[in-house]
């Protein structure tokens, strides 16, 4: 299974579990199996603070908030 594929994965559990999600405007704070991410949105784009979307511009964190919010 590719990288992405689990990260997928791991975006549909996050996004069943809305206690993971803080959302304060266009900050908004995610508890992650390993640790707490921020995620900001800068015009209609989402950025996560975590390394995996510092290398590919998406992760499980962006995914899942999106799907959470129905984007």
Known sequence: MKEIEKKQIKAI???N???RFVMK???V?????HG????KKVG???FCD???YAKTT???HVMALESLLGQ
Do not use: H, K
Not at 29 to 33: E, G, K
Not at 36 to 39: A, G, H, I, N, S
């Open 13 to 15: 559990r996050y996004a």
């Open 29 to 33: 704070t995610l508890q992650s199996d």
């Open 25 to 27: 405007g266009s900050i």
């Open 50 to 52: 975590c390394t995996f």
């Open 36 to 39: 707490v991410r921020t995620l």
């Open 44 to 46: 209609n784009i989402w």
């Open 17 to 19: 579990q809305p206690a």
């Open 58 to 60: 998406t992760c499980s």
